[in-house]
Nanobody
Framework: QLQASGGGLVQAGGSLRLSCAAS????????MGWYRQAPGKQRELVAR???????NYLDSVKGRFTISRHNAKNTVYLQMTSLKTEDTAVYYC????????????????WGQGTQVTVSS
């Protein structure tokens, strides 16, 4: 239902853009977001965007990462710049999707994860 892409290997200071497209039975998508999980650490929220475009970010990525969405394409993006080695993790996209349009049918979906590796 969620297909993420765009990860890879990049040097510190470089940039990457992640994309995540939702497909299937979709009537409405509320919040969309990106999480990450580094080895030995808990999954953490990196950035989140509401259907209306309001955003929030993990403090350590503010000013470097930008989340956006294309509602007609059911896609969320994460533009990452000035990457640091500590950004290395598997990045997961997440979306709250309702197949009927009713809020009571909202359910959280997860993408398969895409590896981002930042080398020094």
């Amino acid at each position: 239902q969620l297909q993420a892409s765009g990860g890879g290997l990049v040097q510190a200071g470089g940039s990457l853009r992640l994309s995540c497209a939702a497909s299937g039975s979709i009537s409405s998508i509320r919040d969309m977001g990106w999480y990450r999980q580094a080895p030995g650490k808990q999954r953490e929220l990196v950035a989140r965007i509401t259907a209306g475009g309001s955003t929030n970010y993990l403090d350590s990525v503010k000013g470097r990462f930008t989340i956006s969405r294309h509602n007609a394409k059911n896609t969320v993006y994460l533009q990452m710049t000035s990457l640091k080695t500590e950004d290395t993790a598997v990045y997961y996209c997440n979306a709250d999707i309702s197949p009927t349009g009713w809020a009571s049918d909202l359910r959280a979906y997860w993408g398969q994860g895409t590896q981002v590796t930042v080398s020094s």
